[in-house]
């Protein structure tokens, strides 16, 4: 299931992008700073090139790139999220 990152509180979804961007494994020696990286992950999310998919067998909600979500999940989500 794929979530809007709208219907999120401000804290979850800043919890949620921070757990992303400090990953073992995203920093590939990039120094970037904390901020610009969650800047970047909120950004990805507005634009739909990334997505909150909660997973029902491990109960949690990760922050996944558009090209790993299956497209007939895709399709569904954006279809109802641009209706309302």
Same mark, same amino acid.
């Given at each position: 299931?794929?979530? @809007?990152?709208?219907?999120?509180?401000?804290? &979850?979804?800043?919890?949620?992008?921070?757990?992303?961007? *400090?990953?073992?494994?995203?920093?590939?020696?990039?120094?970037?700073?904390?901020?610009?990286?969650? &800047?970047?992950?909120?950004?990805?999310?507005?634009?739909?090139?990334?997505?909150?998919?909660?997973? @029902?067998?491990?109960?949690?909600?990760?922050?996944? @790139?558009?090209?790993?979500? @299956? *497209?007939?999940?895709?399709?569904?989500?954006? &279809?109802? &999220?641009?209706?309302?």
């Amino acid at each position: 299931m794929l979530i @809007p990152y709208q219907l999120l509180e401000e804290d &979850t979804l800043t919890r949620l992008l921070e757990d992303f961007v *400090t990953r073992e494994g995203t920093d590939n020696g990039d120094e970037t700073p904390l901020a610009q990286r969650l &800047t970047a992950a909120r950004r990805a999310l507005e634009k739909h090139q990334a997505f909150i998919r909660f997973d @029902p067998d491990s109960q949690q909600c990760v922050l996944c @790139p558009k090209h790993s979500i @299956p *497209t007939e999940l895709l399709a569904e989500f954006l &279809t109802q &999220t641009t209706d309302n």
